[in-house]
């Protein structure tokens, strides 16, 4: 089950158009949620929040998990884990590690050093493509294809803090739906599927094993990933 917590807007504040998150399901409907999931007799199931942290769904460079508080306090998320585990459901934490949403003075990320390449050496960049017509926007926002060096730190900054709310799980948002590669001249591996290949790596996963529903083998990954941070090795 995929709860969606919040989208980034354009939504005015004192007369002027700025960017924020826009409430879908607060942590406290995701709570009720998950209460009438199971009194409706489900076991065993896996609650996914998207949209839970960092503004929305479309969110910041995972290195750093701010809740939103326009989805309800800390004290609200936490009770939300609360009442998912205390019923035997696992929860996991949907990020993105492989599109980097933005390029900014004031992030850890800088495209020309940061961002993979293609074959024309160009760094890799993207416009944003509609989740509902599937159609390019021109003028949406651009997104870059991290290295894998790269999503590696923000991955491990990422686990730190999402332990420290309580959530042992991690959903991958792209890995496995899109393949990318590096085409630096100075990249040490040029494997289109380098980010499964080192997700496997962290796992102790043996090939053709069942993450949550998705099949992961050891040269590839297929549909989004779900890991357990238990078996990620240090």
Not at 30 to 51: A, P, R
Request: net charge negative; charged share 25%; hydrophobic share 40%.
């Amino acid at each position: 089950v995929e709860l969606l917590g919040a989208v980034a807007k354009i939504q005015h504040v004192l007369g002027f158009p700025k960017e924020l998150p826009y409430t879908l399901t607060t942590y406290a409907e995701m709570e009720k949620l998950v209460k009438s999931i199971h009194d409706s007799g489900w076991e065993d199931v896996n609650v996914v929040l998207n949209g839970w942290f960092n503004d929305g769904i479309d969110h910041d460079w995972p290195d750093d998990i701010d809740l939103i508080g326009r989805l309800g306090s800390k004290k609200s998320f936490k009770s939300l884990l609360s009442t998912a585990k205390g019923y035997g459901y696992s929860v996991a934490g949907k990020a993105d590690f492989t599109f980097v949403k933005s390029d900014t003075l004031f992030d850890s990320f800088q495209a020309k050093q940061d961002a993979s390449r293609f074959l024309s050496r160009e760094v890799a960049k993207f416009q944003e493509v509609s989740k509902i017509w599937y159609g390019q926007i021109d003028d949406g926002d651009v997104y870059y294809l991290a290295k894998p060096e790269y999503s590696m730190k923000a991955l491990e900054a990422y686990r730190k803090d999402a332990k420290s709310l309580g959530i042992e799980n991690i959903a991958f948002a792209s890995i496995g739906n899109a393949l990318g590669a590096n085409f630096a001249l100075d990249a040490k591996e040029l494997f289109k599927n380098e980010m499964g290949n080192i997700i496997c790596e962290m796992t102790e996963v043996p090939e053709g094993a069942v993450l949550f529903g998705t099949v992961a083998e050891k040269d590839f990954v297929i549909g989004d990933v779900t890991v357990s941070m238990k078996d990620i090795v240090e």
